[in-house]
């Protein structure tokens, strides 16, 4: 049972434009939402994260969209750069600890 | 990565054989994780620990354990390797005490034959 699906599997875009990639989740215990980015041949690291008090985390060039009523949460990237080319997965936690439900992942080329 | 390392990075085994992964920390971070990485399927969760000695299963279980005789070791052992599990296998660990956040290992690739 996927707790969190995560869409697009992949996804191509053009230098300089937006990057969008969605999650939703079902479980309403969850009150941790990250983002995780990952290089090939690298782990997954930390890259944004929110929790459900706020709709909107910007930090940079990386937006984090949440809409609590929908349980759906968002990762934008504005103005896509090359090196962004990655893949990037969404996670949940509940309050009560640590552990993380991955979503499936989605692959971001962004074409030079 | 807070100082996470893994080893073996590169593993091909034959059915039916033990084979055991490490992941080593130098945080001295409470929680250790093992996921999996298959495509289409993100990462999931096969065992946890929440201290020495304290571990608990996860997502996917199933054909694994694991050990942790000190803070900063996390083993997990395939008692028989089968084909199924032949995948990229990433250890994390996290301080907890209000940090959810996650430090991965570079991962190991695992082939069994």
């Known amino acids: 049972q996927q707790q969190v699906k995560q869409s697009p599997q992949s996804l191509i875009v053009q230098k300089g434009g937006i990057s969008i990639i969605n999650c939703a989740y079902e479980?309403?215990?969850?009150?941790?939402f990250p983002w995780y980015q990952q290089f090939p041949g690298k782990g997954p690291a930390l890259l944004i994260a929110i929790r459900p008090d706020v709709s909107e985390k910007k930090e940079g060039r990386f937006t984090i969209s949440f809409n609590k009523s929908a349980k759906q949460f968002s990762l934008h990237i504005m103005d896509s750069q090359p090196g962004d080319s990655a893949t990037y997965f969404c996670a949940a936690s509940p309050n009560a600890g640590n552990m993380l439900t991955f979503g499936g992942g989605t692959r971001l080329m962004v074409k030079p | 990565d807070a100082g996470i390392t893994q080893s073996p990075r590169h593993k091909v085994t034959e059915t039916g054989t033990p084979v055991t992964l490490r992941c080593h920390q130098t945080?001295?971070?409470?929680?250790m994780y093992w996921y999996r990485q298959d495509p289409g399927h993100g990462l999931r969760l096969i065992h946890y620990?929440?201290?020495?000695?304290?571990?608990d299963k996860g997502e996917v279980s199933d054909g694994y354990s694991v050990s942790r005789s000190k803070t900063e070791d996390f083993l997990l052992t395939l008692e028989s390797a089968t084909s199924s599990q032949t995948s990229v296998y990433f250890c994390?660990?996290?301080?907890?005490?209000?940090?959810?956040?996650?430090?991965f290992g570079p991962g190991t690739r695992l082939t069994v034959l």
């Open positions: 479980n309403t215990a969850f009150d941790y």
């Open positions: 620990s929440y201290g020495v000695k304290d571990t």
């Open positions: 994390a660990a996290s301080p907890g005490l209000g940090s959810n956040e996650q430090f």
């Open positions: 945080e001295n971070h409470r929680y």
